[in-house]
């Protein structure tokens, strides 16, 4: 993972922290304006939930306000957007997913700012995005707080996940100097993802990077998990067929200072085997997938 603050410094990392920011605030008042009050008691979702979404819509609303603020001139412009949920359920599933990438986003950024005061402010914001993602996360029933650290991720996986819905830039803005890896697929699971037993299986993922010259012949992929402070390393397989798909048999248990994978966890594809070689953005060949974890079965 790589760390290192990125060209143009703290003004490029606020402005990295402004585009996410944007793509919360719409998120929400999209979504808020698409499903009534009466749309989230019907799905199960009984009064105040909608009250206290309106308080999560206003608060990425005063963070869009504060950041453009501090950067004055030197601010980018909001982005267009698409996201792909239907109806109540799917529009807060995709809320858990983007508020704990907003937690895992501000989390891998600190280490790169060096203002003290911009980090101050970074931090403040951190910790009202980790209460919404456990407010959310409690709502859909699942564990509020899964794991005792929170997930830094860097900026190109960052980007990576929030591409998947920027559908324009303003074209007056200079670029963001960040780049999404090629996606990645995960073939959907019957069954809860649980650590230390559920396989994932990568659609069409040795085909895809062979042809885009990412891979050799043969060579070994990893499927890299982050969970927290602990990162994964798995070795993959091509299942039978032609499909190119790569597959691991299961999701690691955690074993001596290494905690289970639990809660939303990351999964790339690298060429990294985290003992001769750790993962970072050069040996990353796909990702960034998520994928929500249970604890190991006793």
Known sequence: M???????????????????EYLERKFYQEGLQKFSRQDFVSAGFADPFYDNLKVIRSDEETHVSFLAGALA???VNE????????????????????????VSAYLGAAQAIVDKGYL?????ILTVESRHSSYI???LKQVPFPKAFDTPLDF?????LAAQFITGFDPKDPPLPFKAFPAIALQPSQYPYTAGSSPITFSGAYKKALAAKLITENQKVYAVL????????VETYMTRGNAGDLKID??????????PPTGQVYVVLSTADGVNTKVNDANTISGVGIVEVLPPRH
Do not use: C, H, M, W
């Open 156 to 160: 190109n996986q960052v980007f990576s």
């Open 73 to 75: 001139g030197q601010a």
């Open 226 to 233: 982050f969970s927290g402070l602990d990162t994964y390393y």
């Open 79 to 102: 982005a267009t957007y698409s996201f792909p949920y239907t109806d109540v359920k799917s529009f807060l599933g995709l809320s858990s997913v983007l508020e704990g990438v907003g």
């Open 250 to 259: 299961k999701i690691p248990a955690g074993t001596g200072s290494q905690l």
């Open 2 to 20: 790589d760390f290192q603050p990125p060209p143009g410094g703290d003004i490029t990392i606020l402005n990295y922290a402004l585009t996410l």
């Open 137 to 139: 996360r409690a709502a």
């Open 120 to 124: 101050t402010a970074a931090g403040s």
